[in-house]
Each structure stands twice: as structure tokens, then as C-alpha cells.
């Protein structure tokens, strides 16, 4: 099987995106408000993917899966953006992105419930050691120790679960473009309240925010959730995409120390290394399961 048939390229371009998010929106809290960057970024999401769906003659959704879309968007944008962008006015990029990395192991439970999705014993070794690695970066010890942001990141978690699961739903009817282009804009219309409030902030902001919004609309929004949806329509598991998730804190601490000067902890490096072991030791668990039936 060519891998441009498999959702691994998809999922990889995804991460890539969502880890210059965490950088970006670390940059861009300074001068707007998290109700604000939340409203710009999937304003400009939302005016891309119009385009789109002008330009490819999109057919709009079925009503009676309306309710699907308006959770959908409510869920992976409202309200996640909403708490994400809160999380990171306090947390480094880094540490938002290994609180965000716990999202494959709360998919994984999800849609064994949801959709009865099994998953071998292997399997979930491979995610408890996935979340070991995350545990060592942020050192979860001290997190009772630790500011509201790792609260409102935690909900960000748990809300972009439940939308990993909803998109493993809707891309067996409509098309991941079309998953896409619906959820975003129906959460784009919900973040319209803060519409005021961000003409203020936009008049006192430098230039060069624009572009930053710019590039977590289009590629941090428009394009990742895209190929995230085309993942989900390529992968037999739920997991299989959201795995790739707990590649976003190596990822991201690579892009901090490189971009805005985070320079990684050894707890980085070592949890880093732990997830990287996880990941190969999950996408190995088919492999040496088939052997064992053979």
C-alpha cells in the first residue's frame, strides 16, 4: 500500500500545524485576548475554506445531521479554542502541548465506548507509556501546585477528544473537506459574539500579529483540520490518528527552543524520548499481534 493511501502523511502534516499553533498562540496572547485570537483565527479559517467550498460547489449538510455539525463545531472550536487560548497565556508552548498529548489516550477510551473499538493488550501499553513520557515532561507532580492554565487545558483536551471521536463519524457520510468546512464554520459563527471586543484589540496590535493570525487560520486551522479529517477517513482505528498527538510535545519543544528561545528541560528530552518509544512500540502492536496468530 502507497503511504499516500494510508492516514500516517495526513496525521504527520496535522501535528506539524497544530505545534506552530502552540508557538503562535503563545506569541499572540500578548496582545489579544484569548475570546479575541479565538474569534480572528477561525474568522480567517472560515473565510478560507468559503472559498473552497465555493470554488469546489460543496453541497450543504442533511438536516438531520445538523445537530452532529453543531456539536462538532462547538466542541472542536467554541469551546476548545476558548480554553486552549486561555491555557496558553500562562503556560509555555511546550508544557500547553504535553497537557494537549494526553488527547490519543482520552480518544482511545471514548471510542472504545462509543464504538466499541477494541484495542489489544499491547495497544494500551503502548499508551500508558505514551503518557509516561508525557508525565515526565510536565512533571505531573506538581501540578496541583500549578496556575488555572493546566485547567482550562485539560478541558481543551477532553473537548478535542470528544471531536476526534464525532469525526470518526461523520467521515463515513460526508467528506473530510466537507467535515472540515462545516464544523469550522459552524464554530466560527458561535466565536462571532466576540466580534467587538476584537476590533478594539486589532487597532493596538503591531503588523506583525496579523501575519501570526494569519497562519493559525490557514495552516493551524484550515489545512491541519482538513488533513486530520482525511486521516480519520483513511484509519480502520480512532487511535491511529490520535496517537500521533503525543508527537506534538517533542515537536512543539523543538519549535519553542527555535522559535521563541524555550529552551527544553531534561524532563523534555527524556519524556520526549519515552513518547517517541511508546509510538513505535503502538504502531508495532499489529504487527506482532498477526504474528502471534499466525
Not at 457520510?173 to 468546512?181: A, E, G, H, V, W
Not at 501575519?211 to 489545512?223: C, D, H, N, P, R
Not at 517517541?276 to 504474528?291: C, D, T
Amino acid at each position: 500500500m502507497k503511504l499516500a493511501n494510508t492516514c500516517h502523511p495526513y496525521a504527520l502534516i496535522t501535528i506539524l500545524c497544530w505545534s506552530l499553533a502552540f508557538i503562535f498562540t503563545r506569541i499572540t496572547v500578548n496582545y489579544f485576548s484569548a475570546f479575541s485570537l479565538g474569534f480572528l483565527r477561525y474568522f480567517v479559517a472560515a473565510l478560507a475554506l468559503i472559498a473552497v467550498a465555493v470554488a469546489k460547489k460543496i453541497r450543504p449538510p442533511e438536516r438531520g445531521d445538523l445537530k452532529w455539525f453543531l456539536l462538532s463545531g462547538t466542541t472542536g472550536f467554541f469551546l476548545y479554542i476558548l480554553t486552549f487560548n486561555k491555557g496558553c497565556e500562562t503556560v509555555t508552548a511546550s508544557e500547553s502541548s504535553m497537557i494537549i498529548a494526553t488527547v490519543p489516550a482520552l480518544t482511545a477510551v471514548l471510542a472504545a465506548f462509543f464504538y466499541k473499538e477494541k484495542m489489544g493488550a499491547l495497544s494500551w501499553i503502548s499508551i500508558a507509556i505514551e503518557l509516561a513520557g508525557v508525565a515526565i515532561i510536565t512533571e505531573v507532580y506538581k501540578v496541583g501546585e500549578a496556575n488555572i492554565g493546566f485547567l482550562w487545558l485539560l478541558c481543551a483536551a477532553v473537548l478535542l477528544s470528544v471531536y476526534n471521536v464525532l469525526q470518526r463519524k461523520l467521515t463515513k457520510k460526508y467528506t473530510p473537506l466537507q467535515t472540515t468546512i462545516y464544523s469550522i464554520l459552524t464554530g466560527a459563527l458561535m466565536l462571532c459574539i466576540f466580534l467587538p471586543g476584537s476590533i478594539k484589540e486589532i487597532r493596538n496590535a503591531p503588523p506583525v500579529q496579523f501575519l501570526y493570525i494569519a497562519i493559525l487560520g490557514v495552516f493551524s486551522s484550515a489545512i491541519a483540520y482538513f488533513t486530520w479529517s482525511v486521516a480519520f477517513s483513511k484509519a480502520k482505528e480512532t487511535a491511529t490518528v490520535s496517537n500521533y498527538m503525543f508527537l506534538t510535545p517533542l515537536l512543539t519543544s523543538v519549535l519553542g527552543f527555535v522559535m521563541i528561545n524555550e529552551s527544553p528541560s531534561k524532563q523534555t528530552v527524556t519524556g520526549g524520548i519515552v513518547v517517541l518509544v511508546g509510538m513505535l512500540a503502538y504502531n508495532m502492536a499489529p504487527r506482532l499481534k498477526g504474528k502471534k496468530a499466525q
